[in-house]
């Protein structure tokens, strides 16, 4: 079933633009940081990279509906810099995610009525407050020279949950089983 009220709509179309670009952006820097000597910076990209294309793909079919056309303005952070600094666009997105966007979008949908929705950007607001954390210890190691600490990040394929070292047993934002994580 397809999405029925018109500003929920346009924030799901919004929030899918916003993801598939923050995808895009990720899997580069992440090729950036492999170069500069912080593979496990490039691994936490990959990752979070794909939590995002989780989040788009949830997004996308909550639209739903008929193919139809539509154009979509995305806030983006552009840019090639070195790791430090592609961080620091990460973490910005991150929290303007986290700050503005999914909490305005999440209770537009919830005034609306609009459940699919509602548990689209629930699962993307709760994953988004993680990366912006792995993010800034990342950049923290990276500002002293050093690799991110940890060499092996988790995503959960339903709701984009993302952790380091270890998968929990069950999701704890969508209940996920621990063998559905994604290993990188
Ligand atoms: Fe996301
Ligand atoms: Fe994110
Ligand atoms: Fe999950």
């Not at 995610?97 to 949908?109: D, R």
């Amino acid at each position: 079933m397809a999405v029925k009220n018109a500003m929920t709509s346009d924030f799901l179309h919004s929030a899918y633009g916003g993801e598939s670009m923050a995808h895009m952006r990720y899997l580069y820097w992440g090729q950036v940081a492999v170069k500069e000597g912080f593979p496990n910076i490039g691994t936490l990209f990959e990752a979070t990279a794909y939590a995002e294309s989780v989040h788009a793909n949830n997004h996308f079919r909550e639209i739903g509906g008929e193919t139809a056309d539509a154009t979509v303005t995305a806030g983006a952070v552009f840019g090639n810099g070195k790791t430090v600094h592609n961080l620091q666009g990460a973490i910005n997105g991150e929290l303007h995610e986290v700050e503005q966007m999914y909490p305005v979008y999440l209770n537009t949908a919830k005034f609306q009525d609009e459940s699919g929705a509602q548990r689209s950007f629930h699962y993307a607001l709760e994953a988004e407050k993680i990366h912006a954390e792995l993010f800034a210890q990342a950049q923290a190691a990276a500002k002293a020279g050093k690799d991110f600490e940890h060499s092996t990040v988790y995503v959960c394929p339903i709701c984009g949950h993302t952790i380091v070292d270890e998968a929990p047993d069950k999701c704890p934002v969508c209940g996920a089983k621990k063998e559905m994580y994604k290993e990188f």
